[in-house]
Each structure stands twice: as structure tokens, then as C-alpha cells.
């Protein structure tokens, strides 16, 4: 997503060879991956020789938590079940990590990233 929000104009489409060359990935683990996040309306595809992916919408308005909401939900539920004599106050604390977490991935936007990426070193 990254990748494809900092090319992202609206029109110009980034193929999937680029992407996974770019991000060191495979090619075929990426397609499924971009699937998820085409089918949650995060990413728009084209089809034939001059094919490829762009965001369906500005990066502005993509935020991490849709992003992993479309590639893995589990990861933001809370999955303890709350049994035994631990159970009530463990669960308490993992719904609380959960909900932190959700916070802060609804504050990051692929905006966010792509305008501060990590290790940018800048000389004078």
C-alpha cells in the first residue's frame, strides 16, 4: 500500500511485478494480499498487458486499520475467552491493548507514511 500510495495520481497503474521487485516479495503471496485489499475497496485493479494496481482513493483517506482489517481481522480482535479464575481480568487487559491499538492504526494514514519514511536521511 505504500508502494502504491507513493505513485498514486489517480491514473497511473504500478504492476505487480514492480511491487513485489520493490517490497522484496513474492509475486504470488502479493496477489493475494492485493485481492483482500481490492475487495475491501482499498485498491483497484486492471486487467491485460498494461494492467496493473493504484488505491481507490487518496492515501489521505486509507488508514492502517483498514488495511488490516482487510488483509487479517483477527489481529484486532480480542480472542481470550475469560475463564477461570484469571480469565475476567486477562480478558480486560487484551480488550484494552485491542482497542489502544485500533486507535492508533485509525491515526496512521498511508498519507503518514509515505510522507515520513523510516531511515530518511537528509544531508546539507
Known sequence: MAQLAKHHDGRTLTQLEDLAQREEVSGN???QILNDLRRAGLVESR????????????????????VVE????????????GGG?????VKQAWEKVSTEVTESLDGITLESIVANPAGSMFYI
Request: proline share 2%.
Open 29 to 31: 503471496f502479493l496477489v
Open 47 to 66: 486487467r491485460g498487458r498494461a494492467g496493473g494496481y493504484l488505491l481507490a482513493k487518496g492515501a489521505e483517506a486509507i488508514t492502517m486499520r483498514q
Open 70 to 81: 482487510a488483509v487479517d481481522p483477527t489481529l484486532l480482535q480480542c480472542s481470550v475467552m
Open 85 to 89: 479464575e484469571s480469565g475476567a481480568a
